[in-house]
């Protein structure tokens, strides 16, 4: 079996900056293997491009240029909100706004996504909503653990089940 579209891929994979030999972003060696459908736009569409074809055991080793990764860093996508959008029962929790920290948030349409604490003062919160990678050049090496086809459940769901996968 080959990946192609609608098959359930599992990888095991080292992320790096650049290069092999750049900055480990994260992998999945000594832990579970990543699983996902191919070609249900799960993943970064040039990371399924390189491993279009291939069969368990193929090793890969790849570059993601930003741009077609997580984009380029995008230094109007920050912002100033109130710091009182942070307080529960007119608090704000303990340790909450610390520089760094990756905050789930939510638009006024429901909408989740995140955004980062790079500054805070009296008033005010400054948050970074740029991917965490953005503006970072990708480097992927590994090998395919195993194909197969998805089941329809997983189809509808997009998403894997079992091992590799969400578990309801």
Do not use: C, W
């Not at 290069?19 to 992998?27: C, F, H, I, K, R």
């Not at 965490?132 to 997009?158: C, K, W």
Request: without cysteine.
């Amino acid at each position: 079996m080959v990946i192609e579209e609608k098959k359930v891929v599992t990888v095991h994979y080292t992320l790096t900056e650049g290069s092999a030999d750049g900055t480990l972003v994260e992998s999945s060696i000594g832990s579970e293997p990543l699983a996902f459908i191919y070609g249900i736009g799960m993943m970064i569409p040039d990371f399924e491009a390189n491993l279009k074809g291939m069969k368990p055991g193929d090793p890969f080793a790849f570059g993601i240029q930003a741009a077609d990764a997580y984009g380029e860093y995008d230094e109007a996508a920050m912002a100033e909100v109130p710091k009182s959008m942070f307080e529960e029962d007119g608090e704000i929790p303990e340790g909450l706004l610390e520089i760094g920290n990756t905050l789930p948030l939510e638009d006024d349409q429901g909408f989740s996504f995140e955004g980062i604490v790079l500054a805070v003062d009296e008033e005010k919160v400054k948050l970074d909503f740029n991917h965490p990678l953005a503006g970072v050049d990708l480097f992927f090496t590994g090998h395919v653990e195993s194909i197969r086809d998805a089941e329809p459940e997983e189809l509808e769901h997009g998403h894997v089940h079992g091992d590799g996968g969400h578990h309801h």
